[in-house]
């Protein structure tokens, strides 16, 4: 079965710096990797997804995510934070199930607490 | 606007008083589930459908009952709730096929409170 790691619960940021949230997983085969971002009281928004190709992603809002199978790793990455990031972000990976069912595994999530 | 649609957004009850949360999408989704999400733990799955009249357990379904009669609507039932059912939910819909058409629309969230 797959799974996923996060390994930071809260991160805390000044406005304007760099910002790097890890996500690692654990599956078998090449896996269908997510970034989903919860403001308060919000539903969740695909940041942005892996699914082949090129292993580094671009997603809404600024961020990106690397794909490092090595390292079985998708940190997710914005070289620049602004205040209405603050956010909880959910790393999620996708396994094919049989027919066509794709099962998606959620991480606990990372809060991000942007200070000014 | 293409959406899932969550109702009640709020919701408290008392043990063993059978309730409905419904869940309706407007993109012609095959693929439905309905999510927990609690401190701590992420988001569990409770249960899914590939498509109508097709359903099958996530990985937390006790307590819970679905059905899918029609595309669109996937309802959570909670027959007789217990506070351990206390949670935020979500429902979600996407595509059934893998590969990029398979991404998954969640709704805005029901926040229910069993006392």
């Known amino acids: 079965a797959q799974s996923v790691t996060q390994p930071d619960i809260h991160i805390t940021v000044s406005e304007g710096a760099s910002l790097e949230l890890r996500c690692n997983y654990s599956?078998?085969?090449?896996?269908?990797l997510f970034w989903y971002v919860q403001s308060p009281g919000q539903g969740l928004q695909l940041l942005l997804k892996y699914f082949s190709g090129d292993t580094l992603v671009q997603g809404i809002k600024g961020f990106e995510a690397e794909f490092k199978r090595s390292q079985s790793s998708f940190n997710l990455r914005k070289p620049s934070v602004h205040w209405s990031d603050a956010a909880e972000y959910f790393c999620?990976?996708?396994?094919?199930?049989?027919?066509?069912?794709?099962?998606?595994?959620f991480g606990i999530g990372t809060k991000l607490q942007v200070i000014p | 606007e293409a959406q899932v649609t969550q109702n009640p957004r709020y919701l408290i009850t008392v043990t063993g008083k059978k309730l409905t949360v419904t869940c309706s999408q407007n993109m012609n989704h095959e693929y439905m589930s309905w999510y927990r999400q609690d401190p701590g733990l992420g988001l569990r799955q409770i249960y899914y459908?590939?498509?109508?009249?097709?359903?099958d357990k996530g990985d937390v379904p006790e307590g819970y009952k679905v059905s899918r009669k029609e595309k669109r609507n996937f309802p959570l039932i909670l027959e007789s709730p217990s506070p351990n059912q206390t949670s935020l939910y979500f429902c979600?819909?996407?595509?059934?096929?893998?590969?990029?058409?398979?991404?998954?629309?969640f709704g805005a969230g029901t926040r229910l409170s069993v006392l």
């Open positions: 459908s590939m498509n109508v009249e097709v359903t």
């Open positions: 979600a819909s996407s595509f059934r096929t893998t590969g990029t058409k398979n991404i998954q629309y």
């Open positions: 999620a990976v996708g396994a094919k199930r049989s027919g066509g069912y794709q099962k998606v595994t």
């Open positions: 599956y078998g085969a090449t896996p269908y």
